[in-house]
């Protein structure tokens, strides 16, 4: 089993800056693809980015192209999204996610395997 843990969620003002962090653990920890999602109350779950944990390959939604980024500490076995530019429209809890094979497309919830608890973003006007 693989636990995800993560943190870095809050409440900040349009054009700021937050860094999620998601760690994961386990006995044996093995994770092919991480990623991150988001849900808006009343909306569905929606991709935000993903990485190839071995590679560091990025991928990212086109609604946060440019402002968030994706990144892994191999060592840690942690991801991170640095969210920067923040907008309104960000405001939702935020989910990371690992994946423990490669099939499936990256950006489709049902292909990842384990979840964290959610973190709450809230971005002001």
């Known amino acids: 089993q693989v636990q995800l843990v993560e943190s870095g969620g809050g409440l900040v003002q349009a054009g700021g800056s937050l860094r999620l962090s998601c760690a994961a653990s386990?006995?044996?920890?093995?994770?092919?693809?991480m990623g991150w999602f988001r849900q808006a109350p009343g909306k569905e779950r929606e991709f935000v980015a993903a990485i190839t944990w071995s590679t560091g390959t990025t991928y990212s939604a086109d609604s946060v192209k440019g402002r968030f980024t994706i990144s892994r500490d191999n060592a840690k076995n942690t991801e991170y999204l640095q969210m920067n530019s923040l907008k309104p429209e960000d405001t939702a809890v935020y989910y990371c996610?690992?994946?423990?094979?490669?099939?499936?497309?990256?950006?489709?919830?049902?292909?990842?395997?384990?979840w964290g608890q959610g973190t709450q973003v809230t971005v002001s006007s």
């Open positions: 996610a690992a994946s423990r094979t490669y099939g499936g497309t990256y950006y489709s919830p049902k292909n990842y395997d384990y």
């Open positions: 386990g006995r044996t920890f093995s994770a092919y693809r």
